[in-house]
């Protein structure tokens, strides 16, 4: 399964989607997961979840840009970014077997950065059929701009994802809270109302709804 978690700046995105894999592998000691973060260092990916009181699992990998180069380039210096998370796949599939179950890419648009975007929804067809071959559950992160139609982003990556997680803000009388809202979620029945999202002293909470 592939989902997308959606939603402009500072909506927790990447909190809540490494909030669910540290939560899932927590529980799940005999499983395996990796988060390829492409926007930010390892380290202060790391320093900021920390700060939202998000612990890091043994189980867990934290792999940057500049780290997966090197230790997984090949003798191409420029190899396509695309073959490079192929590759990086295929050796922990190799090495670790139905252990490893999930995987996050933070963030799409940052990937679209490093690749060559010529023919990109077949590319992007392509990507999203290879992941989901892998039989894991994998997060994708996407920015998008407040209010905005994610079927009409650059790849239709809301029509190849099998769900989509959409986060916002929404103001109230005294501050901006944060919400979540499941758009759609293949073969779950699931509510279609926004959650109020907090941070509390056990990382990334999903708390009522928004409107009753």
Request: a negative charge; one cysteine or more.
């Amino acid at each position: 399964m592939v989902v997308l978690v959606t939603g402009p700046a500072g909506c927790l995105k990447s909190a809540l989607s490494f909030n669910l894999m540290t939560r899932h592998l927590e529980t799940h000691p005999d499983e395996f997961g990796v988060y390829i973060t492409l926007e930010e260092t390892t380290h202060s990916h790391l320093r900021n979840m920390q700060s939202l009181n998000i612990a890091l699992p043994e189980n867990l990998m934290i792999s940057d840009h500049s780290d997966l180069r090197t230790r997984f380039e090949s003798d191409n210096p420029h190899p396509d970014f695309l073959e490079l998370i192929y590759g990086i796949l295929g050796f922990f599939k190799q090495d670790k077997g139905d252990k490893f179950t999930c995987l996050a890419i933070d963030s799409l648009g940052a990937m679209y950065s490093l690749i060559d975007t010529t023919n990109i929804r077949a590319r992007m067809y392509n990507f999203f059929k290879r992941l989901r071959e892998l039989d894991m559950t994998t997060i994708v992160i996407m920015e998008t701009p407040a209010e905005s139609n994610i079927h009409m982003s650059l790849g239709s990556e809301g029509f190849l994802a099998d769900g989509i997680i959409q986060m916002g803000m929404a103001d109230t009388k005294q501050d901006i809270a944060l919400f979540m809202q499941v758009i759609k979620m293949r073969a779950c029945a699931h509510s279609r109302k926004k959650h109020l999202v907090d941070v509390t002293d056990s990382g990334i909470s999903v708390l009522g709804p928004l409107f009753d």
